[in-house]
C-alpha cells in the first residue's frame, strides 16, 4: 500500500483518488477551495443554480468504466439523462439548424435545415471521423503518452497515417468535404472543445462531433457538480480522505523522487505517490520549479499555444423561452475574427482583445433543481475569450471591463434574437481572471494548451513526470481537455501506479 496525496480536487483528481483508493492506495486529496470540484464547480443563490464549467456528458462508457471499476454502475450514482435534441444551432444568415440526439437521425435533420445535400456532406466526413476514432483511441486516449512510440502505435499502417492527415487543419478537413459554409462553421466549432483555433487545429479533431453524435450528448439531472460529488463519494467509501482549504505549495523531492507536498502554512504531507490535477503550467512554475528533468516539460510548455479561456455570465431570469433547446449555439458573420481577436493573430496580430461579436452558447437546462420555481430560468452564457494577460494581452481585472463586456455579449444576445434584458433578475459575470483565481489556471486558460500545430498533442506533459513518484491528471495533461479525457487521464494515472 502507498500513500499517495492527490493535489486538486477536480475531476482528475477525485477520479483517480477514487480508482487509487479502490486499488488498496492510503489517499489523501487536497484542495485549496472550499469545495471539491474545480472547474466542474457550482454557483447557487436565491434558488436558482448552475453549473459554472462543463455543461455537457460525452463518451458516457468512460464514466461508466470508472464507476464500474470503483464499485457500481454510473447509474446508481447520478441520474445520466441523454439529451434529444443534443443542441441548437443559430447561424448568422438567419438558419436554425436542431441536431437530434441519435447519431442515425442527424443527416435527415441536416438537409431540413441546410438543404438537400447538407446529410451527405456532413456523413461523408463522419465516415471519415470514424476511421480517425478507431486509430486514435486506444493507441493514443487510452494510453500512455510514450513519444516515438505513441508515434508508432498512431502510424502502423500508411492508411492510418493518410486518414489521420496529421499535415492538415480541422478547417483544411472540413473545407474537402463540406461545401456548405454553414456546415464548415458547425466544425470549426468543435476546435473549441480543446480551446484552439480551426485554422491551426489537427484534422483528427474531426473524431470529437463523430464522438459527440455517435455516443450521444447527456446531462446529471441536478446540474453536472453532481458528478465530481458522486467520484468524491466513491474515493471516500474507498478510504480517501478530502481535506478543503489546503493550499500547496511545493511538491517536496527526496532521494530523486517526489516524497510528499508542504501546504501554504508550513506544513509537511509525506507521501510515496504525488499525482497532481492542478494546471500543468503551475505545477513546473510554482509547485516544482527548478528541477533540471523537467526541463524539457518547461520547454514544451513554452512552445505550445495556451488555450482560449472564456466569459461566463450566470443569469438568473423571470419567464420562459419558449422552444429553447438544453443547449443553444448562436454563430457571428465572421467567425474567423473571433479566433484573430481571441489568439492575437491576423487582424490583431500580438495583441489579443475581447471578441467584439461572440460566438454565444447557451445552456438552459429544462431542471427544476435549479430554478425557484416554475416561471424562472437559469442560464449559463459563455462566450470564448482571450486568457488574463495583463502585460501582453487583456487585462480583465481592469475597472469595469467586466460588466462592460457582460452588456455588450446581451447586446448581442438580443441581436441574435434572445433579448433577455428586461427579464434579468440579477447575473453573476466571471472572466479569465477569476478562472485562475479559482483553479489555479494560468491566465484562465481552460483547457491549459490549446491543440493548436500538428505537434501540439504531444506538447502537453505525459501524465508519468520525469520525477519518479509524481503523475500528472486532468486536462493541461495528456490525453487533454473535457470531461472524458480528463476521467482518461486519471485511469491511466492509475495503471501506471498499479494496485497496492
Known amino acids: 500500500m502507498a500513500r499517495v496525496v492527490v493535489v486538486g480536487a477536480g475531476l482528475g483528481g477525485l477520479a483517480a483518488a477514487a480508482r487509487l483508493a479502490a486499488g488498496g492506495h492510503a489517499v489523501t486529496v487536497l484542495e485549496q477551495s472550499s469545495e471539491p470540484g474545480g472547474k466542474l464547480g457550482r454557483f447557487a443563490r436565491d434558488g436558482h443554480a448552475f453549473d459554472t464549467g462543463p455543461s455537457l456528458v460525452t463518451l458516457p462508457q468512460v464514466l461508466r468504466d470508472l464507476f464500474d471499476a470503483t464499485g457500481g454502475p454510473l447509474e446508481d450514482a447520478v441520474d445520466l439523462v441523454r439529451l434529444d435534441p443534443a443542441v441548437g444551432y443559430r447561424f448568422a444568415d438567419g438558419t436554425r439548424l436542431t441536431v437530434p440526439g441519435r447519431f442515425e437521425d442527424v443527416p435527415a435533420a441536416l438537409d431540413e435545415?441546410?438543404?438537400?445535400?447538407?446529410?451527405?456532406?456532413?456523413?461523408?466526413?463522419?465516415?471519415?471521423?470514424?476511421?480517425?476514432?478507431?486509430?486514435?483511441?486506444?493507441?493514443?486516449?487510452?494510453?500512455?503518452?510514450?513519444?516515438a512510440a505513441t508515434l508508432a502505435r498512431l502510424a502502423r499502417r500508411p492508411s492510418d497515417v493518410a486518414a489521420i492527415a496529421p499535415w492538415q487543419s480541422l478547417r483544411g478537413l472540413g473545407s474537402r468535404y463540406l461545401h456548405d459554409p454553414r456546415l464548415?462553421?458547425?466544425?470549426?466549432?468543435?476546435?473549441?472543445?480543446s480551446g484552439s483555433d480551426p485554422r491551426r487545429a489537427p484534422a483528427v479533431l474531426a473524431a470529437v462531433p463523430y464522438a459527440e453524435q455517435a455516443f450521444g450528448s447527456w446531462y446529471v439531472r441536478g446540474g453536472l457538480h453532481r458528478l465530481a460529488l458522486a467520484v468524491l463519494d466513491r474515493a471516500v467509501a474507498h478510504g480517501a480522505v478530502l481535506r478543503t482549504g489546503s493550499t500547496v505549495r511545493r511538491v517536496l523531492v527526496e532521494g530523486g523522487r517526489a516524497a510528499g507536498v508542504e501546504l501554504a502554512d508550513g506544513e509537511r504531507v509525506p507521501a510515496d505517490v504525488v499525482v497532481s490535477g492542478v494546471d500543468a503550467a503551475a505545477l513546473h512554475d510554482r509547485l516544482l520549479p527548478g528541477d533540471g528533468r523537467t526541463r524539457g516539460v518547461r520547454r514544451d510548455l513554452g512552445r505550445a499555444t495556451p488555450s482560449l479561456s472564456g466569459v461566463v455570465l450566470l443569469l438568473a431570469l423571470r419567464g420562459r423561452t419558449p422552444g429553447l433547446a438544453h443547449h443553444t449555439v448562436l454563430f457571428p458573420e465572421d467567425y474567423d475574427a473571433e479566433f484573430d481577436a481571441v489568439f492575437g493573430v491576423g487582424r490583431h496580430a500580438g495583441r489579443p482583445v475581447p471578441v467584439e461579436e461572440p460566438t454565444?452558447?447557451?445552456?438552459?437546462?429544462?431542471?427544476?433543481?435549479?430554478?425557484?420555481?416554475?416561471?424562472?430560468?437559469?442560464?449559463?452564457?459563455?462566450?470564448?475569450a482571450p486568457r488574463h494577460d495583463p502585460g501582453r494581452g487583456v487585462d480583465w481585472t481592469a475597472p469595469g471591463l467586466a460588466d462592460r463586456y457582460a452588456d455588450r455579449v446581451l447586446d448581442v444576445l438580443a441581436g441574435r434574437g434572445l433579448d433577455v434584458r428586461d427579464r434579468v433578475r440579477w447575473r453573476v459575470v466571471r472572466t479569465p481572471a477569476d478562472l485562475e483565481r479559482d483553479t489555479g489556471s494560468i491566465g484562465g486558460s481552460i483547457y491549459g494548451s490549446s491543440s493548436n500545430g500538428s505537434r501540439a498533442a504531444f506538447l502537453r506533459p505525459a501524465n508519468a513526470s520525469p520525477v519518479p513518484g509524481l503523475f500528472l491528471v486532468g486536462g493541461s495533461a495528456h490525453?487533454?481537455?473535457?470531461?472524458?479525457?480528463?476521467?482518461?487521464?486519471?485511469?491511466?494515472?492509475?495503471?501506471?501506479?498499479?494496485?497496492?
Do not use: K
Open 479 to 500: 490525453p487533454g481537455g473535457g470531461l472524458p479525457l480528463v476521467t482518461l487521464s486519471a485511469q491511466i494515472v492509475a495503471g501506471l501506479v498499479g494496485p497496492a
Open 184 to 193: 464548415r462553421t458547425l466544425l470549426d466549432r468543435y476546435a473549441t472543445y
Open 113 to 147: 435545415a441546410l438543404g438537400d445535400d447538407a446529410g451527405r456532406q456532413w456523413g461523408s466526413l463522419m465516415e471519415r471521423a470514424a476511421t480517425m476514432w478507431r486509430i486514435s483511441e486506444g493507441p493514443f486516449l487510452r494510453s500512455p503518452l510514450a513519444g
Open 360 to 384: 454565444v452558447y447557451v445552456n438552459a437546462p429544462e431542471d427544476p433543481a435549479l430554478v425557484p420555481d416554475g416561471d424562472s430560468e437559469s442560464w449559463f452564457v459563455l462566450v470564448n
